[in-house]
Nanobody, 125 residues
Framework: QVQLVESGGGLVQAGGSLRLSCAAS????????MGWFRQAPGKEREFVAA????????NYAGSVKGRFTISRDNAKNTVYLQMNSLKPEDTAVYYC??????????????????WGQGTQVTVSS
């Protein structure tokens, strides 16, 4: 069982930046694939970014590629999502997720085993 806690959300102006953090429990963090998803009111949860320690590497949704960067610090059991050039359409609750294995299906939320409670990101225009 893995516990995930997100932080770093808030209210920012369009064009601004935020860095989200996801702190994970467990000594086996480095073996997990980690992902970020988001969900806005009235919309389905969507993939944002994911990272493996090997194999498929990193993946990004087309809507955030070039603006967002996922990174991880295995020594600190922490995953980050650096968000730059934020747009109002980025407004959502952002969730950190973990799965036991890395493969080509990181885009799909149903393949993840553990989820955090989310952190709100609001971008004003």
């Amino acid at each position: 069982q893995v516990q995930l806690v997100e932080s770093g959300g808030g209210l920012v102006q369009a064009g601004g930046s935020l860095r989200l953090s996801c702190a994970a429990s467990g000594r086996t963090f480095s073996t997990y694939a980690m992902g970020w998803f988001r969900q806005a009111p009235g919309k389905e949860r969507e993939f944002v970014a994911a990272s493996c320690w090997s194999g498929v590497g990193t993946n990004y949704a087309g809507s955030v590629k070039g603006r967002f960067t996922i990174s991880r610090d295995n020594a600190k059991n922490t995953v980050y999502l650096q968000m730059n050039s934020l747009k109002p359409e980025d407004t959502a609750v952002y969730y950190c997720a973990a799965r036991r294995t890395c493969d080509s299906r990181l885009y799909y939320s149903e393949t993840y085993d553990f989820w955090g409670q989310g952190t709100q990101v609001t971008v004003s225009s």
